[in-house]
């Protein structure tokens, strides 16, 4: 069995090996990169059974770095270790597991038995996912509270400080299809509309920026990421 184990640090990779050799008898190969960019090169090489993926690293994030891995290796078990529980990433892990895929979501404060619990999870074809985020999970398959590909766009757009014009420009909407998404939005983050009452002395944009950062929607990385898209010229101007 041939497993890797990427992160940028150093003694990161070591306590995870420390672990995997203690508690994985058949664990012969132990791999390590400690970028993301480097995680891709070496997976596509050796062809591990089980990839342990820091989430934020230098060159290409554990995310991309897993879908670019998933790709070509769609049978290779997938475990995200990260010290956030943010909605963002969870978001963004269920888009690229393939739909029988197996994964794991393992928080760097779990304990070392979780640690070998969540991999032989994984090797074993099932799936493992922190006590921690577990709410987390069950907000985003909630139809009441999970956002759509549209209503999250919306939020990015807002959060950018981007004025209905503009969002109308950038994703080639008018701007009464830019108002009903963000009206959606506001009603699954929990924001009163402006007809119910005395809540609405609350900027709608600006509170829906705070209780999706509260949630972990949007995170500084997630919106550079975005602006860098949004941000090239518009088609035809």
């Known amino acids: ?16 090996k420390s ?12 791999q390590e990169a400690h970028d993301g960019q480097e995680a891709v090169d070496v ?16 060159k290409l994030s554990g995310i991309k770095a897993a879908e670019l891995i998933l790709q070509n290796l769609p049978e290779t078990g997938v475990i995200m270790l990260s010290n956030f529980s ?50 987390v999970i069950q907000r985003t398959q909630n139809r009441a509270t999970s956002l759509t590909p549209a209503e999250y766009e919306a939020l990015i ?6 004025t209905d014009h503009s969002i109308a420009k950038k994703l080639y909407l008018t701007e009464k299809a ?10 699954k983050l929990g924001i009163p ?15 829906a920026c705070y209780v999706a950062n509260i949630r972990g929607l949007i995170n500084q990385s997630e919106l550079q990421d ?8 518009v088609r035809g101007v």
């Open 1 to 16: 069995m041939t497993i890797l184990i990427v992160d940028d640090e150093q003694r990161d990779r070591m306590w995870l």
């Open 19 to 30: 672990l995997l050799v203690e508690g994985i008898g058949d664990a012969h190969q132990i």
């Open 43 to 58: 997976a596509l090489k050796i062809k591990p059974e089980l990839v342990f993926l820091d989430i934020k690293m230098p």
């Open 86 to 135: 943010d909605e963002v990433y969870v978001r963004q892990l269920w888009k690229i597991v393939p739909p029988n895929g197996a994964f794991g979501y393992v928080l760097k404060n779990a304990s070392n038995e979780q640690v070998v619990e969540a991999a032989k999870a994984v090797l074993s074809g099932d799936c493992w996912i922190h006590p921690g985020i577990a709410r």
């Open 157 to 162: 757009c807002i959060a950018l400080g981007l």
């Open 178 to 187: 830019v108002q009903s998404r963000l009206k959606s939005l506001y009603a």
């Open 193 to 207: 509309g402006r007809s119910e009452g005395h809540e609405t002395e609350f900027n709608q944009r600006c509170r």
């Open 226 to 233: 975005w602006e860098a898209k949004l941000m090239e010229p």
